[in-house]
């Protein structure tokens, strides 16, 4: 049921706005307020299929609804993957769910990190916090086909050592050379022997053949602007540097407009944008 | 090691680009290549900051002593970077600690070395500020950064 796929047809099949029950197969903490919920849609959503980038409406009975994006394997089947902060009353309440509970799912929707641009290309995932969550469907849809990229360089900051997420992954990443990952943190202590200081400063530890790399970053909206600004200083064309933006998605199908920024709405636009379409966005207040 | 040898790895360092012959000349009189092995001090707090660092491989961090809670380390500076500036500006002290954290080579100056070459010569002197400012405009940016404590920002229901 991918929207941007489907067909006139199918589109009338299926009503974005209908959720699906779907059981919850495992809950995994990834560190003290941040866990992936790994849905079993074999029976509920068979069909189900979606882009690198793209999220989901998921619906805790009887309180409402929430847009998380999809943070596992687009080629994994029968189950998917959000990865959630627990920040306001909905994501607690996800968050005290357990195996077999019931949530409800809608989507996927929105755009996608255009992963095929990078074919060919260097490519720089650059992300903090938990923006690694979007961009882990792109590191595992570049491995699928691994040889037709170039350097694959992951740039991750977090707060702290304990608050990074992915970390055996990231490791493996690190480890199988298939991979070069950087990954820094804003405080350390003396058991933390990495990097220290914000993650654009990563930049300066990379080679980069800039004309012909491509860049996707997500995080804390500021932590992007910064990174977008270190890119386009780095001579990474402006038009090679995506973003994903955030914003209050309540309908995720442009009707709404709680998520309107501007003159786009985040959720039907977006997530996903090219540097140039957002960029004069980025700077304004009250936006 | 031979004058030659040590200009071509100054050479190497994103620090020297492009500094013209003359004052590449000085600033070697001042050089030493250094090595330090992980866990070693490379500077101290409250100590004679008589040096300071260009970082060719590994990495060292700040660290500052908060009671009770053991070394706190605040940033890093890897391959390319320089460590310390308090050289230059008096009362010319460590206000950190640098601990390699890995086992590091770098190109060490001698600060009082430089001073007095930087007092006689101001184009020379001049162009060490201009190096160092940069150095440290983007440490202020990047603690401000650090400062706004942005990975704690995220409010919104859990997109991203």
Redo the contacts between chains.
Sequence with gaps: MTLRSASPADVDAVDPMITNPVPIRRVVWENDDTFTLTLDIRDALPAFSFLPGQ?NMLYVYGMGE????ISSDPGKKGTIDHT?????S??TA?AHMKRGDMIGVRGPFGSSWPVNVARGKDVIIAS????L??LRPVVYSILRARKDYGRVIVLY???SAL?LLFRVELEEWGNNHEVETLV?V?????S???????V??LL??IKLDARNTVAYV???E??MR?TADELEARDIPVESIYL?M????KCAIGFCGHCQMGPTFICKDG?VYQLPQIRPLLDKKEL | MGTEDLTQILLQHPFIQGLGEDHLKTLIGCAKNVRFQ?GEYVIREGEAASKFFLIRTG?V???VEVSG????????S????VLGWSWLIAPYRWHYSGVA??DTRAISLDGECLRKKCEADSSFGYEMLKRLAEVME?RVE?TR??L?????????????
């Design positions: 999220f929430v847009a998380i994006s959630i902060h627990r920040v306001g909905l994501t996800l903090g916090g938990i923006g969550a979007p900051g977090g707060r608050d820094t804003d405080r350390g202590d003396s933390w022997k990495g990097h220290i200081g914000v654009t400063g300066s530890y997500c995080g804390p500021i932590m910064f994903s955030e914003r209050n998605m997530p | 992980e990495r961090a700040l660290e809670h053991g070394g706190l380390r605040i940033q890093t890897g391959p390319g970077e954290v890995a983007r990047a950064m650090q706004i404590d942005m990975y704690g920002l995220t409010t919104t229901g859990g997109h991203k």
